[in-house]
């Protein structure tokens, strides 16, 4: 059955109380630039081509949500779901994704220059062309992710971002508490 286009307003709602946290025709290429989406509910939502730089997305649930080509620069995506989301192309400069789900997300051609995605699961997401430099992903799960063998280890892509007393902890966690200084 075929999708029925009509003039109603899309309506963004918060995932708990049902609030109204944006208002309008269409999300796709819409201009939600800083908005405060905060735990909002967009599940299965087409933001592909918006405008979301600086947006607060914390905890949002994004799951199956398009992406694309999506500008996400400096958003707070802290905690967000975003299993099996369309990231392609979109542009994720210096953005919060600490503790993220990114499980299966296509993020194949996204732009992760120097995003913090520290505790994020990023198991069997496609990275294939994305530009990681400077990319934080200490403790991040990575397991199946699918990258080209060039992506690895570029120049300035940091895999750990760690204080002096996580990288003491490490190192006793490791060694079994033998000194390898």
């Known amino acids: 059955m075929a999708a029925t286009l009509t003039d109603e307003p899309i309506k963004i709602l918060h995932k708990r109380t049902g609030c109204v946290l944006w208002e ?4 796709r290429g819409a201009n939600l630039r800083g908005a405060n989406l905060y735990e909002a509910n967009l599940r299965g939502a087409d933001l592909s081509g918006a405008d979301l730089c600086g947006a607060n997305l914390h905890e949002a649930d994004l799951r199956g949500a398009n992406l694309s ?9 802290r905690g967000a779901d975003l299993y099996g989301a369309n990231l392609y192309g979109a542009n994720l400069r210096w953005a919060d994704l600490y503790g993220a ?17 520290r505790w994020a699961n990023l198991s069997g997401a496609n990275l294939y062309e994305a530009n990681l430099s400077g990319a934080a992903l200490c403790r991040a799960r990575i397991d199946g992710v699918i990258v080209a063998k060039d992506d690895i280890g570029g120049p300035g892509w940091i895999l750990c971002a760690l204080t002096d007393d996580e990288w003491a902890t490490i190192k006793k966690e490791r060694n079994d ?4 200084d």
């Open 101 to 117: 789900n990114l499980y299966e997300a296509n993020l194949c051609g996204a732009d992760l220059c120097g995003a913090n995605l």
């Open 69 to 77: 080509g999506a500008n996400l620069r400096g958003a707070n995506l």
């Open 24 to 27: 309008g025709k269409s999300l």
């Open 177 to 180: 508490g033998r000194n390898t």
